[in-house]
């Protein structure tokens, strides 16, 4: 990354990136040790591949969604990314610094929650937070609280962490990373344990902290309903690889607009006819949503008024008319299942 406009513009970047592990030590493998020193030796030991030339970029002041199976490598990768596990290859940049050279610097701006967290169990949440005030002077007990209140814990402040929940315990690890105003935040799994209460605060606060704090966010979780809230950017792997990554708008967007048409049940023939010969439709099925009929559309350049228009001038009676979008889950499917078909068609700019 030469180009400071490149810099500017780039919060984090991986290039090329390649990480194998060796078989976990058992006594399995202990048996098995003089043919893997033997196999070694010679170069035909195998490990396993876990990140594949895994290259992508993370826009500043973005959310960005970081997606794939289990066992697609999304842990790895956050941790690659800081330093936590050495790389077989390739580069990791945060800010601008190479991670492997410039570790300080690249790391002074940046929180993260990629493992468990873990705390003092006799202190109080908020004695916790106190601690790092110690260390970093410019956090006070006003902005302990201040953090605390932004993760809804502040009622909590005075509770032993040993009576925290899972859930609570990613807040309070989030409210110590708040402290330090961070202008990257990577999170792994954030809602964890939480309840869908504590969830949809999590949601929020993510969602407040790129809109007004020009923080970037990179998130990995498999709640894609979440991550269709918060994020607008997403990249998508699978098997250690890219398969697919953008803004959401553009991932999401279709040629057509979408809708799901109900009328009465013995209508819909006729209504499928007529429908047909619409120059305003590009396509009309008959689907069933749960155990009921419906008419499923797809409108032509934002004709929906005049198809509606028409299908009640034409005297069918409409119980309901409703537009209907791409999910996210949706898309996440279907590019995770062509790329385990090996049906890659490389959706979105791979940067």
Do not use: W
Request: hydrophobic share 35%.
């Amino acid at each position: 990354m030469n180009n400071n406009s490149e810099i500017r513009e780039t919060a984090i970047e991986t290039q090329n990136l390649r990480k194998s592990f060796g078989e976990p030590f058992s006594f399995k493998r202990l048996l098995k040790f003089p043919l893997e020193i033997i196999a070694r030796l010679s170069g035909r030991y195998k490990r396993k591949e876990v990140l594949k030339d895994l290259s992508f970029t993370v826009p500043r002041g973005s959310a960005v969604g970081f997606l794939g199976p289990n066992g697609a490598g999304k842990s790895t990768t956050l941790k690659v990314i800081l330093n936590l596990i050495k790389k077989d290859a390739g580069k990791c940049f945060i800010l601008g610094f190479d991670t492997a050279y410039k570790y300080d610097e690249a790391l002074k701006s940046t929180g993260a929650l990629v493992e468990l967290p873990v705390f003092y169990e006799y202190m109080s949440g908020y004695d916790n937070l106190l601690i790092t005030s110690h260390i970093f002077t410019h956090i006070t007990p006003e902005s302990i609280n201040e953090a605390l209140k932004k993760v809804g814990l502040y009622e909590h402040k005075s509770k032993k962490v040993s009576q925290y929940s899972t859930g609570m315990r990613q807040k309070l690890y989030v409210a110590k990373i708040l402290l330090m105003n961070p202008e990257i935040i990577i999170l792994d799994e954030p809602t964890s344990g939480m309840d869908p209460k504590g969830q949809a605060e999590m949601r929020e606060l993510l969602k407040n902290l790129t809109q007004n704090n020009d923080t970037t966010v990179l998130i990995s979780s498999h709640l894609l309903y979440e991550i269709e809230q918060v994020c607008d950017h997403v990249v998508i792997i699978q098997s250690g690889e890219v398969v697919a990554c953008g803004r959401v708008s553009e991932l999401l967007a279709t040629e057509y607009e979408t809708y799901e048409l109900e009328i009465r049940q013995d209508a819909i023939k006729e209504c499928l006819a007529r429908l047909s010969a619409s120059p305003y439709i590009a396509g009309a099925e008959e689907i069933l949503r749960g155990n009921e009929p419906l008419i499923f559309l797809k409108i032509k350049d934002k004709n929906s008024s005049k198809v509606l228009k028409s299908i009640i001038e034409n005297g069918f009676e409409v119980f309901n008319f409703t537009r209907v979008k791409k999910s996210l889950e949706e898309f996440f499917l279907n590019v995770t299942d062509s790329a385990a078909n090996g049906d890659n068609n490389d959706i979105g700019p791979k940067q």
